[in-house]
């Protein structure tokens, strides 16, 4: 059978209606079922042979976070059977696991946009499979630019709260079937990022001497980057950098019963002034973002080092 006739056949039986009816999450969400993605998940848990209990989304440049697992162990995306695959630069398409400072950990070099052509669901659908494989916690971190004249290049900001206009306008993961396995019908999403963990990942960048900034994360869905008007907008209303990830997978993560915390690091100054000559280069961003990925690492391998001094953020 083609998995178009396949696909319209599940969505029949789930809807009653054909596919080309209904929105892509919809569609993705029916596809990937519970079913589905437990099998997506054995097939890697029959191969890494533990359970991991924190999983880290790296962002653009920041994949070397993945270098500070001791014993660390890769799965290529596209060795696992009906899982999407990374195309960006800078993103190397593995899931890396092993241990990170005594911490059983699974890192995910390489995420999923939807400018690459895939759904919300489908960009989030490895935030379900963190949790059947047994993770409790995410960090997820992003390139981002800055919209708030406060926040300089090369600045890392906590992300305390998101803004995203996608999620707002029906392009959002959860929309379609849900399952009461992976979490709720309706999900309160005001403190996806947890206070107490914002607290604890402030401390560290304390400890280390680091000026962690805080402030609010804006999504666009890309791939061009956002014009002037866009940017004055976003800032008018509350957002303090913005880029093209993170809304969504924190989300679902919140949705999956996860705690998260996701960091920032500012690439570049986005522009808020008309006929300005400077724009946003992907190149140049992933330039920026591995030089000042040193104190991410630093910052994210002391934070989980503080976890695991404390079992209950791990429950």
């Not at 991991?52 to 653009?60: E, L, T, V, Y």
């Not at 993945?66 to 995306?77: G, N, P, R, S, V």
Request: with cysteine; hydrophobic share 40%; glycine share 8%.
């Amino acid at each position: 059978m083609e998995n178009s006739d396949l696909i319209n056949q599940i969505v029949k039986k789930e809807f009653n209606l054909p596919a080309e009816l209904l929105s892509q999450d919809a569609i993705t969400n029916a596809y990937y079922n519970y079913d589905k993605i437990s099998s997506i998940a054995k097939w890697i848990e029959e191969r890494i042979h533990f359970k991991p209990r924190i999983g880290i989304i790296c962002g653009s440049g920041l994949s070397d976070i993945a270098y500070l697992i001791a014993d660390k162990q890769e799965i290529q995306y596209a060795d696992i059977p009906e899982f999407p695959r990374s195309t960006v630069h800078g993103h190397k398409g593995v899931f890396a696991y092993g241990n990170l400072n005594n911490l059983p950990v699974i890192c995910m070099q390489g995420r999923f946009h939807p400018y690459e052509g895939y759904s919300t669901a489908l960009c989030t659908l490895p935030l379900k499979v963190l949790k059947l494989l047994g993770v409790k916690l995410v960090i997820i971190t992003n390139a981002a630019g800055g919209l708030n004249p406060s926040l300089s290049v090369g600045d890392l900001m906590l992300i305390k709260d998101h803004f995203s206009l996608p999620l707002l306008s029906m392009q959002n993961p959860l929309v379609g079937h849900n399952d009461e396995r992976f979490g709720p019908r309706f999900v309160p999403v005001s403190n996806i990022y947890d206070k107490k963990l914002r607290a604890l990942m402030h401390k560290c960048g304390k400890e280390l001497n680091l000026d962690l900034k805080e402030g609010v994360y804006g999504t666009i869905s890309g791939p061009s980057y956002e014009t002037v008007t866009d940017s004055l907008f976003y800032l008018k209303n509350g957002a303090d950098c913005v880029g093209m990830s993170t809304s969504h997978e924190a989300t679902v993560a919140c949705y999956c019963g996860l705690k998260v915390v996701a960091l920032s690091i500012i690439t570049d100054k986005v522009a808020i002034e008309y006929d300005a000559e400077d724009g946003s280069d992907h190149n140049e961003i992933v330039k920026i973002a591995k030089l000042k990925a040193k104190d991410a690492e630093k910052l994210v391998s002391y934070f989980i080092t503080q976890l695991g001094m404390d079992s209950r953020w791990l429950e």
